[in-house]
């Protein structure tokens, strides 16, 4: 059994211009999660999926393969992640791959990843009970309590709620967790077959929150940066 390890870094993004290549602490998100999963020793190569030539050779240099440059029509601003991924484990499985190998998608949004992170996800999946495995980190904020939707007319209400229950405190509301972009375990069959992570069953890890920084926008950049140096022991000037 193979474990791909895979970086999904298309060239364009509105919200951060650059995304991929932008640095935090003096290095660029790509080569954060490419060198992540280089040391792994559970990874076993390591591809990265992109329709950028500049992407591509940065890849490249930082030791992940490049196979292909991604369609244009699989890396627009709407285009579904889960379409590059089919892409990419149809490619390797006409390269020869099996169903059954295993991917491992690690994001560059992603940062502050733990080594890990990676094998407590992939311990867990190779557990057998899941169809794919991802990591979550407790939310700070809960449908049954702070989060609402808003009417034209301004009126808000809670998005979920537990029929004749109130709940006052926050302590009292169940706990919910958000999907973090650290990681993602599943076998290339399961990608090929599927159209979307929820069709199967899916487990998940719980990602400490100061290491599950998604980078969407240039203030998420700058708390990733200020994190990684204080990990680093860098200074914040």
């Known amino acids: 059994m193979t474990v791909y ?38 990874i076993d190569r390591m591809v990265c999926s992109t329709d950028s030539d500049e992407i591509a050779t940065e890849a490249m240099r930082l030791g992940a393969e490049v196979p292909f440059r991604r369609p244009e029509t699989l890396a627009q601003d709407d285009s579904p992640e889960w379409a590059a991924w089919q892409h990419l484990a149809r490619f390797l499985i006409h390269e020869g791959a099996s169903e059954s190998d295993v991917l491992v998608s690690l994001p560059a949004t992603s940062p502050l990843r733990a080594r890990d992170d990676i094998e407590r996800a992939l311990e867990l999946f190779r557990q057998g009970t899941f169809d794919l495995v991802l990591g979550v980190t407790e939310s700070t904020r809960s449908p049954w309590f702070n989060m609402v939707v808003r009417e034209h007319s301004s009126e808000v209400s809670l998005v979920a709620g537990v029929e004749g229950v109130r709940i006052a405190r926050r302590q009292d509301a169940p706990p919910v967790f958000d999907i973090t972009t650290v990681v993602y375990v599943t076998t290339l069959g399961f990608v090929v077959k599927s159209q979307g992570l929820f069709e199967g069953k899916v487990g998940s890890v ?24 204080k990990r680093l022991g860098l200074g914040n000037g």
Do not use: C, W
Request: hydrophobic letters at 45%; aromatic letters at 4%; zero cysteines.
């Open 5 to 42: 390890g895979a970086v999904f870094a298309r060239g364009g993004s509105k919200g951060v211009p650059g995304k991929n290549l932008r640095q935090i602490a003096g290095t660029s998100l790509l080569e954060l999660s490419i060198a992540m999963g280089l040391v792994s020793p559970e």
């Open 206 to 229: 719980v990602i400490p929150i100061e290491r599950a920084v998604d980078i969407d926008t240039e203030f998420d950049l700058e708390v990733a940066d200020y994190l990684l140096r």
